[in-house]
């Protein structure tokens, strides 16, 4: 969306005195402002002029100056720089209605200030931003830190800085604001409302301000627009530090019910209007007799309950022992009170004395089960329920946001996919033999298998009906993409979206034991991912391998302050690409680079184990040093439990060396370490192509990564077959004639004060005991990078470092094949190449 669009759309300005939205010419310094907001819920705005507008987050407790209090900071849409001056009110029925005051405003800087406005987007787009503040109250060094959620970019943190015009004793804003100011804003909302909230409709419990403030806060007003839902995550337990009530997962049409005195609309969670489709709940609601948007679940029942979703698809009318239900499990406004802010247990005592008024056999409230989470999952599983929902007690609502404040643990596991074919039928099936499947990823569709079983002959007909409309000649996978019983099939247009039932997941992404359960109406192909489930660990755990016992501690503790990244997550990534790893570190001896304290605390390396260091299971082996002729004991890490171990004591990324240390001589690889020096990186990758074209045409299979930092690795498998000044001459060579086709962009030197803005083209990596970092290893960067192994074909202008993470990795395994899972199966022949060259 272009720049202030959003602005502009969300604004009638012929109701409104606030400006419109124009893009401004840059002055000579970069301003910055921060407005005192009484809209729904009082809040202020910090805003920053960057680009031509004012990037700006709402921040509802106000900014601090006390370091200690990191404020909660929600970015919204950008605004013009002519708002920056704006002062008044925002008349009811108009977007952020209520009144704006300055509260402060200045200019800034970045707080390097070596690039400028550059700099700041740069630091923006990474999510973490350093300023200096000059305004009248607000001082010095303050940084926007974006907080790590998936699901939502725009959580940020508003942090001051340790310096000169930091307080120790808390702050706060509203200490800040005249009486008068106050008494203006509270007077115009009450006389634009005509009324206070009536007591009655008031939750029995009023949020506090810490849980208010804490409350993620945009410029936005309940309207007469539907409200998007709030979703949950899908995970494996949940975090024993919450508190917790547990639900029935409903196997049903998810569904934002928006009544009226006069209109029912019934929606689904991406848009669907569902009145037509259920009329009985329309009906249920027409005499309600209270003006609400409620949230819950359409259900097609039996007379003892037991669900039926196939019958949704249709809708009514439902054969004659069915009726449709409406499970309501939260409320969101009641007569123009938007109740989202009001902590979850709140939102439900107001449902139960609400529905204790409105007696209904169509609409029903989803009771809290009393179990404990163990319990609860016993009782889905006796029931035979899809599973149970978790939700936080004091959570507040956040509409069309997934949280980990809400979750998913299923008993039957299930996984959205988009049809993509199908195969001819044999024997006296009818329509169709089986559905291609596949899910939205990085590149593309991604093939998970087909799904045979399920089918009633009713379903399998009218399907067949739906596909042959549908049918297209290319096929929607890359070439190469194996599809069971390809020859028979029929491939689709991607529009319709089934939910499968299976038992697992296979080694490579597909699902096992499929069975078709019905198609879905109410998602969006866009949305068709797979789905991973979270999993939140203890401090401490312990871990039993056959004999060997692992005790991993400190898993709370942040390793990543930015991205908030704990070293449980890095623990938990390690456990999960183990066996990706590991073949590069058999018997080669390990220096480790232990970060204790996270990233941005001091680190040190570790090349001497001292025997009695760790478990008696770990293996070490006696080396002579290179640089000092003393004796060393290296660590090896041929399994799981070493490679965790070491992640434990603070080994962010795996440096092994390049040789076994059987075969200490001779490496297993020759490296080309193409380091960038401050080069633009598109640059990089045109670097790496040209060696990629010479050792091509040379008969030499090679392997691209990155290297997690911000350059690019060159692997070549040798075997042992050649000691290290061989390869090493070998490298060299090839590193000169990517030095003849790109002379004024790389160099050979050695001296950094000699190769100054060039690419190096480092050989000298190929020598006894020196180690390059491990693919698949984490780096201690901001994002937690990769060094990712790479497809030659990814080697491309679109290739960036930041792109590959702990989790864009984790996501890209699922969904394709190791670039080099075939890189031991063939020993390069240096003799020959060279002899070619």
């Given amino acids: 969306m272009a720049a202030l669009e959003k602005y502009n759309q969300k604004r009638n300005f012929e109701k409104t005195k606030e400006p419109k939205g124009t893009l401004s010419g840059k002055g000579k310094k970069l301003r910055f402002v921060v407005q005192r907001h009484h809209a729904s819920r009082l809040h202020y705005d910090f805003r920053l002029e960057m680009a031509g507008v004012l990037k700006s987050w709402a921040v509802p407790k106000g900014p601090s100056l006390d370091p200690k209090d990191k404020r909660l900071a929600v970015m919204v849409e950008d605004h013009p720089l002519s708002y920056r001056t704006f002062e008044g009110e925002i008349p009811k029925g108009n977007y952020g209605f209520g009144t704006v005051s300055i509260f402060d405003e200045g200019f800034y800087t970045p707080l390097e200030n070596t690039d400028g406005e550059r700099e700041l987007l740069d630091a923006l787009e990474k999510g973490s931003v350093k300023i200096v503040l000059q305004g009248k109250k607000l001082k010095g060094e303050f940084a926007l830190v974006r907080i790590k959620n998936p699901q939502d970019d725009n959580a940020w943190l508003l942090i001051k800085h340790k310096d000169k015009y930091a307080v120790d004793d808390g702050y706060d804003a509203e200490d800040e604001i005249p009486k008068a ?82 209109n029912v609309q019934l929606t689904s969670r991406n848009g669907i209007n569902f009145n037509s489709k259920f009329p009985s709940v329309v009906k249920a609601f027409q005499n309600f007799g209270k003006s609400v948007v409620l949230d819950g679940e359409v259900v097609a029942e039996d007379t003892k309950g037991k669900s039926n979703f196939q019958l949704l698809q249709h809708g009514e009318p439902l054969p004659a022992k069915f009726k449709l239900r409406y499970h309501v499990f939260d409320i969101m406004m009641l007569d123009g009170n938007d109740l989202r802010e009001f902590p979850l247990l709140d939102r439900k005592d107001l449902l139960e004395r609400l529905f204790s008024k409105i007696l209904s056999a169509d609409v029903l409230i989803v009771p809290k089960l009393k179990e404990d989470l163990e319990q609860a999952l016993q009782q889905a599983r006796k029931k035979k329920w899809e599973g149970v929902i978790a939700k936080q007690t004091d959570s507040r609502y956040l509409s069309g946001k997934r949280s980990t404040l809400w979750r998913k643990l299923k008993v039957q596991q299930s996984q959205e996919a988009i049809i993509v074919g199908f195969t001819k039928p044999s024997g006296s099936r009818v329509g169709f033999g089986a559905l291609v499947l596949a899910v939205q990823g990085d590149q593309g569709l991604v093939y998970i298998g087909n799904v045979g079983t399920g089918f009633p002959d009713d379903v399998l007909r009218e399907m067949k009906k739906e596909l042959d409309k549908a049918v297209v000649e290319k096929k929607p996978f890359p070439k190469g993409v194996v599809v069971a019983n390809e020859k028979s099939v029929s491939w689709v247009k991607p529009q319709l979206i089934a939910e499968i039932e299976y038992s697992e997941w296979t080694t490579d992404g597909h699902l096992r034991h499929p069975v078709f359960k019905a198609l879905r109406e109410d998602k969006a192909l866009a949305d068709i991912k797979r789905v991973f489930p979270i999993r939140d660990v203890q401090n401490e755990r312990e871990l039993t391998f056959g004999r060997k016992k692992l005790k991993l501690s400190n898993q709370k503790k942040i390793y990543w302050p930015a991205d908030q990244i704990t070293k449980g997550e890095m623990l938990d990534y390690y456990e999960q690409l183990g066996d990706f790893i590991l073949p590069y570190l058999k018997d080669k001896p390990i220096s480790m680079n232990r970060f204790p304290n996270g990233i941005e605390a001091s680190s040190f390396f570790q090349k001497d184990v001292d025997k009695g260091t760790g478990p008696d299971w770990l293996k070490t082996v006696e080396l002579e040093s290179e640089s000092t002729g003393n004796i060393v004991n290296y660590l090896l890490c041929n399994d799981l439990p070493t490679l965790l171990w070491m992640a434990n004591m603070g080994s962010i990324e795996i440096n092994p060396w390049l040789a076994s240390y059987r075969k200490k001589n001779n490496p297993t690889f020759a490296v080309l370490d193409l380091d960038p020096n401050g080069v633009d990186f598109k640059e990089v990758v045109a670097v790496a192509n040209t060696a990629h074209d ?44 990517v030095h003849e086709q790109h002379p004024q962009t790389t160099s050979l030197e050695r001296s950094p004060s000699k190769r100054k803005n060039k690419i190096y083209l480092d050989y000298m990596q190929n020598k006894r005991a020196q180690t390059v970092v491990a693919p698949y290893s984490v780096r201690p960067k901001p994002g937690a990078t990769v060094s990712t192994p790479l497809d030659w074909a990814e080697v491309n202008e679109d290739l960036t470092i930041q792109q ?4 864009t990795v984790l996501e890209r395994i699922s969904t394709k094949p190791d670039p080099w899972k075939n890189i031991f199966e063939e020993k390069a022949n240096l003799k020959k190449a060279i002899a070619s060259f």
């Avoid at 709030?230 to 975090?239: G, H, I, K, P, R």
């Avoid at 590959?804 to 989790?807: D, I, R, S």
């Fill in 181 to 262: 100011i106050k008494e203006k804003g509270e007077s115009f909302r009450k006389s634009q409302s005509g009324r206070s909230t009536p007591k009655a409709d008031r939750p029995a419990n009023k949020p506090s301000a810490k849980q208010k403030n804490a409350a993620s806060t945009k410029d936005e007003e309940a309207s007469g627009t539907i409200l998007e839902p709030m979703l949950a995550v899908l995970s494996e337990n949940v975090n024993e530090d919450a508190d917790w009530i547990f639900e029935q997962k409903l196997d049903g049409f998810r569904t934002i019910a928006q009544i009226t005195e006069k």
């Fill in 694 to 737: 010479i050792l091509d045409e040379a008969g030499i299979n090679s392997f691209v990564k990155t290297s997690g930092s911000t350059g690019i690795h060159i692997y070549i498998h040798v075997a042992g077959q050649y000691d290290f000044d061989v390869a090493r001459d070998f490298i060299q060579m090839v590193a000169e004639l």
């Fill in 804 to 807: 590959f993470t702990m989790q």
